[in-house]
């Protein structure tokens, strides 16, 4: 499972309620004045799903503001994330990658929204029936990629490298790999085998941000704020997606295989990007580490 862990509440097929959560939340956070990243079409995906129609898009539709659990605390969670990701592919990209994988790419739109350096490649993967989606919202505002766009339909826990390699992907160029709402999906064992492909289909040079959920306690944390609130007011329920196994190292694991890897929480950058976003107690965001590692 992705950000677009499936649901039915959007009554969009196949697209999961979870991309629409993220990708409301992206709406709210670019309405701010001190939105630390922009995403002008993420309202437009979430207007085009019925189940959607009374999700606020922007955050003076937010009746409690900061205090809302859910549009005010999880979507500066999930603004303050896109920036962190955003500005770690453009450092990449500016370091001489001229490739970009983005795996489980669900409503992403940095292909249209980053200024990418001439002759850059984003390849976007997801199943079909997500792309798709994507692609119909995209075609009707008449959206232009900044960069070459190659969108993939592949299942991350099948084979997709013969495919991406197909698309024009070459494995002998350093690549920045984006895995943003993917990994705290995965069972253990898929999680080691999508880090081992990265790490074999990436030249020196390359870099891959990702996200992991450490310490994941379905029964002590149901009734946290953010939780529930998705959870009561949206129809997911959050912890179900969550693999409750022994979560690996990957972060040691890719330190191991010669990357230099730097592990941090989202508060270590909720000041740098003048985002309010604090610990609390039992904290539902507590558990999350967004790793930044570079290929020497």
């Keep these: 499972m992705t950000d677009t862990a499936r649901g039915s509440s959007t009554g969009v097929a196949g697209v999961g309620v979870t991309a629409f959560l993220v990708a409301a939340a992206r709406a709210i956070e ?44 999880l979507a500066r969670f999930f603004g303050l994330r896109t920036r962190v990701f955003d500005g770690f592919l453009l450092g990449a990209a500016a370091g001489g990658c001229r490739q970009v994988v983005v795996l489980g790419a669900g409503l992403d739109t ?29 075609d009707t505002l008449g959206a232009v990629p900044r960069a070459t766009r190659v969108a993939l339909a592949a299942d991350l826990r099948q084979d997709w490298t013969d495919d991406l390699i197909t698309a024009g992907f ?73 693999s409750t196994e022994p979560r690996p190292d990957s972060a040691a694991d890719l330190q191991a295989r010669g990357w230099d890897t730097r592990v941090h929480t989202p508060f270590d950058f909720a000041d740098r990007h003048g985002v309010a976003l604090r610990p609390a107690p039992d904290d539902a965001l507590a558990a999350n580490r967004w790793i930044l590692a570079v290929r020497p």
């Design 30 to 73: 670019t309405s701010r004045p001190d939105a630390p990243a922009r995403d002008e079409y993420a309202e437009h995906f979430v207007r085009a799903a019925p189940g959607c129609a009374d999700w606020p898009r922007r955050f003076d539709e937010v009746p409690d503001g900061d205090a809302d659990p859910l549009w005010g605390r």
């Design 110 to 138: 940095r292909a249209h929204r980053l200024p990418w350096p001439d002759g850059s490649t984003v390849f976007e993967i997801d199943q079909e029936e997500v792309l798709a989606f994507k692609q119909t919202v995209l």
């Design 170 to 242: 070459d494995p002998t160029r350093p690549t920045a790999w984006l895995a943003e709402g993917v990994v705290p999906y995965l069972p253990p064992a898929a999680e080691q085998e999508l880090l081992a492909t990265v790490n074999a289909h990436s030249a020196p040079g390359s870099a891959l941000g990702y996200e992991v959920k450490r310490g994941v306690n379905p029964a002590g944390q149901r009734d946290h704020p953010v939780y529930a609130a998705v959870r009561e007011r949206l129809g997911i329920d959050l912890l179900a997606l969550f």
